[in-house]
């Protein structure tokens, strides 16, 4: 049975197996995930009868899926994790199929549906498009809806955002229709909508033209920490989760002269990404129902170690440590290196086409593990993109790196080809563990 609540649809299920789905009395849920509403006005979210706070990491498509990471999840205290997209529940993780490998370590996953963007060409005025999506999010439903793995419908990521002008009332109006399809096939799980950050206009037309939303999803990176309170003065009183946080992104930082991003540090990275999870944890009790991290895995967006917690080759990096210790209160027994200091007289310099420099880096182990080192010359990402669309690699330069590669130090001769480069390093120990960190510089004529 639903019952109407301040905007939200809360759904209160009286036994894992009592009740059915309209029109469907064939079928019982392998798990349920109810949001109560408590009698001070707070928010639970209760996950086969028991209170459930979302300890979670974002996957991405492609080479976001890395061996293992699921294993690191769940032994790190981790309970959760965010697909986008019905596809990612086909491929393989460690040999099975993501949501039978996450049940088998005991996490729960907030499946995915991708909502078309209008900024990628989808017209919300065109009924057929329309009738395609409605006929795939029905189909996704009645294939999933009894797995045990599944907490909640993640139904959308950011298709409001990018767009000139106003948002069209026609997304909202849209996703509510989708949530309904969703509460009548499958009443045991809410829905979620993901949204880009917060704002007043967003809220109001949430709230008036979605009343079939039950929890709100906001990705946030450098304002993360302070959107519980933002949601509020916003006028979203209902439950949130944070969907994605991490790090400040590249439109949030300080550049160069000739406006390349300034990448922090790693155990900066580690320190805004451990902060933002306590501060919403913390200042929002009975409102936020946790959180997933961005971005379990490797991403390629303005560089190639930005937002991604894990190496190419699946080397966990300080971030993934600072996490293990957020959600469970303990550090990993073999911690990643630390970073203390890259040394480069031409980082944030522009220098001659040809120009030789040294390069170092001085990084240490915990577990007094013997260090290699990797060097890597980068043209500057020329394939940016907005709300994370997949960006192409930019190119390599290897014949830069002219003497000490595989050491601490290195002698770079700075390419022929004037423009924007990176000098990046990466520090392992051998035990899966790795840190890494570059800086800008410019080649003059």
């Known amino acids: 049975m639903r019952y109407k609540l301040a905007g939200l649809f809360v759904v209160f299920l009286l036994s894992a197996s009592a ?29 086969n009868g028991e209170p459930y706070f979302v300890k979670g990491a974002c996957r991405g498509t492609g080479d976001g899926l890395i061996p293992g990471d699921l294993e690191t999840i ?81 139904l ?10 106003e948002i069209d009332v026609r997304i909202w109006q849209e996703l509510n229709h989708l949530a309904g399809i969703i509460k009548d096939l499958d009443p045991y799980h809410p829905v979620v909508t993901v949204v880009a950050d917060v704002d007043t206009p967003k809220i109001d037309g949430i709230k008036t033209h ?43 930082v300080a550049t160069t002269s000739w406006g390349a991003p300034i990448e922090a540090d790693p155990s900066t990275k580690a320190l805004e990404t451990y902060a933002t999870y306590k501060t919403d944890r913390d200042n929002n009790i009975g409102r936020s129902l946790g ?14 170690t930005w937002f991604g917690m ?64 990797s060097w890597d010359i980068r043209a500057e990402s020329t394939d940016r993109r907005v709300g994370g669309d997949a960006e192409a690699a930019p190119p390599s330069f290897p014949e830069a790196i002219q003497e000490g590669q595989g050491s601490a130090r290195i002698l770079i001769k700075a390419p022929s080809q004037p423009g924007p480069y990176r000098v990046f390093v990466t520090c392992s120990d051998g035990k899966g563990g790795a840190t890494t960190h570059n800086v800008p510089f410019f080649v003059t004529d």
């Open 19 to 47: 009740g059915s789905s309209p029109g469907d009395i064939d079928w019982t849920p392998g798990s349920t995930a109810e949001l109560v509403t408590k009698a001070d006005g707070t928010y639970e979210l209760l996950r």
């Open 74 to 154: 769940a032994a790190y205290g981790g309970n959760s994790i965010r697909t986008f997209g019905i596809e990612q529940l086909d491929e393989q993780v460690d040999g099975k199929p993501l949501l039978d490998r996450a049940h088998e370590l005991g996490i729960s996953v907030m499946v995915g549906f991708w909502v078309q963007h209008p900024r990628h060409g989808f017209d919300y005025g065109d009924a057929a498009s329309v009738e395609v999506q409605r006929s795939k999010l029905r189909d996704a439903v009645l294939k999933y809806r009894d797995h045990p793995a599944l907490l909640a419908w993640g």
């Open 156 to 165: 959308g990521n950011e298709m409001e955002a990018f767009m000139p002008g």
């Open 210 to 252: 979605y009343p079939n939303l039950d929890i709100l999803g906001v990705n946030s990176y450098g304002g993360a920490g302070s959107v519980g309170m933002r949601l509020r003065d916003s006028g979203w009183t209902g439950p949130y989760l944070l969907t994605e946080y991490g790090v400040h992104g590249p439109w949030e």
């Open 291 to 304: 959180s997933h991290v961005f971005y379990w895995g490797h991403k390629q967006e303005a560089t190639e």
């Open 310 to 373: 894990f190496s190419p080759s699946g080397e966990k990096g300080p971030r993934v440590d600072a996490m293990a210790y957020a959600w469970s209160g303990e550090w990993p027994s073999n911690r990643a290196p630390k970073l203390e200091s890259l040394d480069a007289p031409f980082a944030m310099q522009k220098v001659e086409a040809g120009a030789t420099s040294e390069a170092s880096v001085d990084c240490v182990d915990r577990e007094g593990d013997d260090l290699t080192y």
